[in-house]
Nanobody, 125 residues
Framework: QVQLVESGGGLVQAGGSLRLSCAAS????????MGWFRQAPGKEREFVAA????????FYATSVKGRFTISRDNAKNTVYLQMNSLKPEDTAVYYC??????????????????WGQGTQVTVSS
């Protein structure tokens, strides 16, 4: 089992930036990829970004491409989501997730087996 703990959420004005962190512990050797999802009130959880743990493959949702960057620090077992040029529509609870399979096997919520508790991001207009 992999435990994931997110941090870094908060309130920011439109156009601002935030960096989310996700620290992994437990059976981290089983992780093949990690990703970020978000869920706004009344909406389904949606994919934001993901990257392979060992290599350089990254994927982004169209809505965040060019504004968000996912990165990792293997030594710290930590994944980051740098969010720039934030918009009010980015407001959501952001979740970190890990999967044992490769990214090309699927990027939906059901494809990820381990989840963090979520961190709130609120972007004011």
């Amino acid at each position: 089992q992999v435990q994931l703990v997110e941090s870094g959420g908060g309130l920011v004005q439109a156009g601002g930036s935030l960096r989310l962190s996700c620290a992994a512990s437990g059976r981290t050797f089983s992780m093949n990829a990690m990703g970020w999802f978000r869920q706004a009130p009344g909406k389904e959880r949606e994919f934001v970004a993901a990257r392979s743990w060992s290599g350089g493959s990254t994927f982004y949702a169209t809505s965040v491409k060019g504004r968000f960057t996912i990165s990792r620090d293997n030594a710290k077992n930590t994944v980051y989501l740098q969010m720039n040029s934030l918009k009010p529509e980015d407001t959501a609870v952001y979740y970190c997730a890990a999967k044992t399979g490769g990214l090309r096997s699927g990027l939906g919520p059901a494809d990820f087996g381990s989840w963090g508790q979520g961190t709130q991001v609120t972007v004011s207009s």
